[in-house]
């Protein structure tokens, strides 16, 4: 016996990261975009994105961290990404 099997695997779409856009933080840009494990343009996958969420918050500079996709923003098949982070406090000795 034997048999035919044609498989079809349809995935949708592919997207790519887009633009990362952070709010107003005392640091720059460029020091903050350091810390991205993705380029722009690059495939979009949620496990880079949760790496560069815990890239910022493993270090001593910020008391929250917040990564938002912008997945109703896409733009062509590029989603852009926002940043939201809050400094720490000073610290007294």
């Known amino acids: 016996y034997s048999a ?3 498989l079809t695997f349809d995935t949708g779409k592919r997207f790519y990261f887009g633009d990362v856009s952070f709010n107003q933080t005392p640091f720059a840009e460029s020091f903050l975009r350091r810390y991205l494990p993705f380029e722009y343009g690059q495939p979009y996958s949620r496990d880079e994105l949760l790496k560069f969420q815990s890239n910022l918050g493993q270090s001593v500079y910020f008391q929250s961290v917040n990564v938002h996709p912008q997945q109703k923003d896409v733009l062509g098949q590029h989603i852009p990404i926002l940043v ?3 400094p720490r406090k000073a610290q007294l000795y």
């Open 4 to 6: 035919d099997l044609f």
């Open 84 to 86: 939201q982070l809050t």
